[in-house]
C-alpha cells in the first residue's frame, strides 16, 4: 500500500479506524500516549498496527533544548518503534523540558548558531539511538523573539544538512505564525528544501478570544481553513504528492467528516501537476 | 544574545511568573506559552479524575487542578500518570472537611489510572488450580497480578465512586458511613472495579508480602473465623488479582 493521506488517530474512533476502508489511509499517534508498562493501550495500538500503517509524531524529546534528550525518554521511544515499526518518525523544532519541568507546550528559542549545533546534536544522538531518520516539524510561533541569527527556512535546511533528518511541513503552522510575527506563508514555504519534505500536517485553528484574527491559535480544534488548502495546493505544484496528515484533536466531529477532510487531501495529492518545480 | 540554557530559564521563569512588561511578556501571544501549560495539566487531572470533578464541580476543580499544577509541576513528558499526590493535594484543601470521602474517591481513579498502564502478565485462573492438588497450592506463593492494585478505605468513598461512575442518578445515594476495601484489576483487559471484603483483602495482602497460599488462608481464617475463604480466595482469581506463578507456565 501506498501511503496517502492519514488522519490524527483518535482512541474514540478505534472501531471505525480499523474498518476504514480507504486506500493508502494511515494514522499518526503521538507515542507519548503510549508509553506505558501494558494493558489496552498498548493492545489498541496493536489492532490498529496490524490495520494501517502508523506514523509516530513525538511531543516529548524537546529536540531545541540546551540539554540532550533524556535518555529514558528516548529508550522508551525506541522501545515503541522497535515494536510498532512505524513507516515515519517525527519531532518538533521546539524545546519542551527546563531541568526536572517538563512543560506539555512547544516552546520557541532564538535560531543562534550555538542553537543549531545544540540541535543538530540533539537531532543526532534521536537518529543513533533509534537507527533511523526522523522528520523535524517547523513550530506554530506566537511572540517575536530578539537575536535570530537564522530565518526559520534557512535553520531547517541547515538541520537538514548537517543530520540528514527530514522535514514535516506543518501548512496550518505557517499560515498561524505568517499571521502572527507577520511573514508571508508562500515565500516561507518556497523557501524550504523540496526534497526534504517528506510528510505534511494540515490542521484548523482558530483566532484568539481577546486578540481576535492578530492572534491566531495552532488549535486542532476546527475544520482546516481555505487559506491552509490553498498553501497546500500550491506546496503540492512544486514538490509533488507527499504524504499527508489531518490534524484533529477538539470539537471532534464524526469520523466520516474526517475522512471527508481526509478526502480532500487525498484528491489534491492525486491531482496532476503539470510543473512539479523540484528544488 | 544569551545562550540557549540561559534563554531557556528565563522564559520558563517568565512563564511561571505574572509580569506583563518587558519585550517577551509583554506581548499579547506571550499568555499562549503562559497559559498552555497549566491548562493542558489540568485538562490530565480532569481526565484521571473525572468522579472528583463532577463531585466538585468545574469550577472548584479547575481552581483546584490549577493550584495542584502549580506545585506540582510535570516531571515527564507523558503525561498519564500526571497528578500521583493528587488524592492527598485534596486531603489538604480548608474545604475537604465537608467531603471527608473526596481523597478516598480520588484515591480510587488513581489505583484505576495504575492498573491501566501496568504491565500485561497471565492471570492464575480455575484451570490452573484444578491442575494443582490441595497440598501443592497450600505451598505456592502467589503475587499479585502486575494491573492488580487494593485499597482499604475508611469512607464508603467505592460506594459513591461507583453511583457517579455507573448510574447517573445519585441524588438519593445515602451509603452506609463504613469502611470498604477496594480491589482493581484488569481481567481480560478491561478495567474493573470490585468491593473487597476484609477477609479477601487480608488474604491478598498476605499474598503480597510472600506468605504462601496455605499460610495467607489460615491467619485470614484465624483473624475472620466467620469468613469463607474459598470463596474469598475465588473472588481474587475470577477478577484476575493474581499472577500465574511462572512454574505454572502452560506451554
Known amino acids: 500500500m501506498t501511503p496517502t493521506a492519514g488522519l490524527g488517530f483518535k482512541p474514540i474512533f478505534i472501531d471505525e479506524a480499523i474498518a476504514a476502508p480507504a486506500a493508502g489511509l494511515w494514522f499518526e499517534i503521538h507515542p507519548e500516549n503510549y508509553m506505558v508498562d501494558g494493558g489496552p493501550r498498548l493492545a489498541m495500538l496493536r489492532a490498529l498496527r496490524e490495520a494501517r500503517p502508523l506514523s509516530f509524531h513525538g511531543v516529548g524529546l524537546s529536540l531545541a533544548g540546551a540539554a540532550e534528550p533524556d535518555r529514558a525518554h528516548l529508550a522508551r521511544l525506541k522501545r515503541l518503534v522497535d515494536e510498532y515499526r512505524p513507516m515515519l518518525v517525527s519531532e518538533h523544532l521546539a524545546w519542551s523540558r527546563e531541568g526536572t519541568t517538563c512543560f506539555p507546550d512547544l516552546l520557541p528559542f532564538p535560531r543562534t548558531l550555538e542553537a543549531l549545533l545544540r540541535i543538530a546534536r540533539n537531532i543526532d544522538i534521536v537518529q543513533n539511538a533509534l537507527g533511523r531518520q526522523i522528520l523535524i516539524e517547523n513550530p506554530s510561533l506566537y511572540v517575536q523573539l530578539d537575536g535570530h541569527d537564522f530565518a526559520e527556512t534557512d535553520f531547517l535546511r541547515q538541520l537538514v544538512r548537517k543530520t540528514g533528518c527530514r522535514l514535516l511541513v506543518d501548512v496550518n503552522n505557517v499560515a498561524v505564525s505568517a499571521n502572527n510575527l507577520g511573514f508571508d506563508p508562500y515565500r516561507y514555504l518556497d523557501a524550504l528544501p523540496a526534497d526534504a519534505i517528506g510528510e505534511i500536517h494540515l490542521a484548523g485553528h482558530r483566532p484568539d478570544p481577546e486578540h481576535g484574527d492578530a492572534l491566531l491559535i495552532d488549535s486542532h480544534d476546527a475544520p482546516v481553513s481555505e487559506q491552509v488548502w490553498a498553501l497546500y495546493d500550491d506546496l503540492l505544484d512544486r514538490i509533488g504528492p507527499v504524504p499527508t496528515l489531518i490534524e484533529r484533536d477538539g470539537n471532534l466531529p464524526p469520523f466520516a467528516e474526517l475522512m471527508e477532510e481526509r478526502e480532500r487531501a487525498a484528491a489534491l495529492m492525486r491531482t496532476p501537476r503539470k510543473q512539479v518545480r523540484y528544488a | ?251
Do not use: K
Open chain 2, 1 to 251: 544574545m544569551p545562550d540557549l540554557a540561559t534563554f531557556q530559564l528565563a522564559f520558563a521563569s517568565a512563564m511561571g511568573g505574572s509580569r506583563t512588561r518587558g519585550t517577551l511578556e509583554g506581548q499579547p501571544g506571550f499568555a499562549v506559552y503562559r497559559n498552555t501549560t497549566p491548562v493542558a495539566l489540568a485538562e490530565t487531572l480532569r481526565a484521571n479524575y473525572p468522579v472528583v470533578a463532577e463531585l466538585i464541580g468545574d469550577a472548584l476543580f479547575a481552581e483546584t487542578a490549577f493550584e495542584y499544577a502549580r506545585h506540582h509541576p510535570a516531571n515527564d513528558p507523558v503525561l498519564l500518570g500526571y497528578g500521583p499526590a493528587f488524592p492527598a493535594f485534596l486531603a489538604e484543601q480548608e474545604w475537604i472537611a465537608d467531603l471527608p470521602y473526596l481523597p478516598d474517591v480520588a484515591a480510587i481513579e488513581r489505583l484505576r489510572t495504575e492498573a491501566h498502564m501496568a504491565a500485561d502478565a497471565p492471570a492464575l485462573d480455575f484451570a490452573d488450580l484444578a491442575r494443582l492438588g490441595t497440598e501443592h497450592w497450600q505451598n505456592l506463593r502467589l503475587r499479585p497480578h502486575p494491573a492488580a492494585r487494593i485499597a482499604w478505605l475508611s469512607t464508603p468513598a467505592l460506594t459513591i465512586w461507583r453511583a457517579h461512575h455507573e448510574t447517573p442518578d445519585f441524588e438519593t445515594l445515602a451509603p452506609d458511613w463504613r469502611a470498604e476495601g477496594v480491589l482493581v484489576s484488569r481481567p481480560a483487559g478491561v478495567l474493573q472495579v470490585l468491593e473487597l471484603n476484609a477477609p479477601a483483602h487480608r488474604l491478598i495482602c498476605g499474598l503480597r508480602l510472600g506468605e504462601t497460599a496455605g499460610q495467607a488462608s489460615a491467619a485470614t481464617a484465624s483473624t475472620y473465623p466467620e469468613s469463607d475463604i474459598a470463596s474469598a480466595f475465588a473472588t481474587l482469581v475470577n477478577a484476575g488479582a493474581l499472577a500465574r506463578p511462572q512454574s505454572l507456565e502452560r506451554n
